[in-house]
């Protein structure tokens, strides 16, 4: 008789339990995926900014090496305007402007730029944030010193 009595009294989970069980479970997931996501597109934007840098960084090595062109030249980079060094090691650097500075690399806006007053080359890159589609961008400057 006692078993009988303690068999009945022997109940499962109630459905409020579960249900409350099953909202924090929920919950916990739901914050887990926001974080994750969070952080991969933090890690992204790095990605990019990381990127752009090391574009801007290669241009002022290049101009670095052009430095000592004669202004009559097409490649001369002491001049005004944004302008940008296209080319590889294996081709010849030139000094190309406007859209031909996007196919250096689609995903970056190239503008080199050259004050005289301080003699100072000005390099760029802007480009879409990942985030929020704002413009985000690097910028580097390189003194000559004459």
Not at 59 to 82: A, C, W
Not at 84 to 92: N, W
Not at 104 to 124: E, G, P, Q, R
């Amino acid at each position: 008789m006692y078993m009988k009595l303690r068999k009945l009294t022997n109940t499962g989970d109630t459905i409020v339990e579960v249900l409350v069980v099953t909202a924090v479970l929920g919950l916990t997931l739901s914050i887990s995926f926001a974080t994750a996501s969070r952080s991969l597109l933090n890690t992204r934007r790095a990605q990019e900014s990381s990127q752009a840098s090391d574009l801007v960084q290669s241009q002022i090595e290049v101009l670095r090496t052009m430095t000592g062109n004669h202004p009559m030249d097409p490649n001369y980079i002491f001049k005004s305007g944004p302008y940008c060094v296209s080319g590889t090691s294996s081709q010849p650097y030139k000094l190309s402007t406007g859209s031909d500075c996007n196919g250096i690399n689609t995903f970056y806006n190239l503008a080199d730029t050259y004050d005289n007053s301080s003699h100072t080359l000005t390099v760029a890159a802007t480009w879409a944030d990942v985030i929020d589609g704002t413009n985000d961008s690097v910028t580097m400057y390189y003194r000559l010193y004459k």
